[in-house]
């Protein structure tokens, strides 16, 4: 049996249990495969079916990371053995997003609570597990990020509509620059709900063992029990400002362009800013894909009214023609394979990418009469 995923039930009060999963490829930073996804998506149903559990932590293994992103090695590789310009005939593709985003809806739908520990690296496809969850927990040495624009991608996994929920305009910052953000800034954006201190976590789940559970039906109840708990847990660690509150004035006024070109050259003007963090977040964006800029902008306007479903159907569009184009592929080369971080990137600027380009990835891969992978979701 595969251990790429780890999962045990925990006996909780009056007579109930917890589901626990735990991520289980700390060696690659627990990042996502196929077969995880697959694996998750049936153990979370066959929780969601049992009486008995009522709530479902989900962790990674080690101390470094809950999810570093996607199985990118396995998708170049893919990328390389489809030589058709077909997006569809990408079958590794096709599979990986489609249960992929499908498990990160479920996560967002689940009919318990779901308790992600958020601890350590936390992006891409990380990102996708955790932001479903009902709760979300950080500590002192998590890091989130959505860098997508630095493999030329775009902040996927739900990533379009979350980040547009953001607090004024730091969800399109973050997109376009791939900034990553500490335990202080994933509360004040509300990308997280709680922070603990590391090291009590064991004791925090002996405690959500012992509390008066009620049976699922009762899921404010349940919900309620559990932010007891990690709000007396709150952490010591975690105190002040991130750079995002720091700043949100300026993200705010920099941000305000609609325009691509316009925008990419706002961002532009910090780096000279005295903030490292900012003059880091601009220089990210100036090495990374203008494609993937341009796509990133596009898809926060465009899905600004777009339901949770609507939004994983069009990134699934999205991703599969990212897949085929190329330069998916040279940003996985440039910074994984290569890693001469010398991304031949094309069309090579921002005014260079027409809105025409970016239609295409919008439209609908499939051949006629073959049904979208996620229609169901939007039924």
Sequence with gaps: MSNVVLFEVLTAGQDFQLGVATLNQAAVLNSLSLEMAELLQKQLSAWERDDKIVAVIIKGAGDKAFCAGGDLHGLYKAMQENTSDNAWSNRTARDFFATEYRLDYHIHTYSKPIICLAHGIVMGGGMGLMIGASHRVVTAQSRLAMPEVSIALFPDVGGSWMLNRLPGRTGKFLAATGANIGAQDALFTGLANYAIDYPNWADIVTQLQGAAWKSSANRRFNDDLIHAVLTANSSHEVQGKGPVEEHYALINQICAYQDPVSQYEAIMQ????????????????????????????????????????????????VALYCCVYGQFQEGIRALLIDKDRKPNWQPASVAEVSQELIEHFYEDPMPAGEPHPLQDLLN
């Design 270 to 317: 910090l780096r000279t800013h005295d903030d490292a963090w900012l003059v880091k977040a601009a220089d990210t964006l100036a090495k990374g894909s203008p494609l993937s800029f341009a796509l990133a902008m596009d898809l926060l306007e465009q899905t600004r009214h777009d339901s949770l479903a609507e939004v994983f159907y069009l990134e699934f569009n």
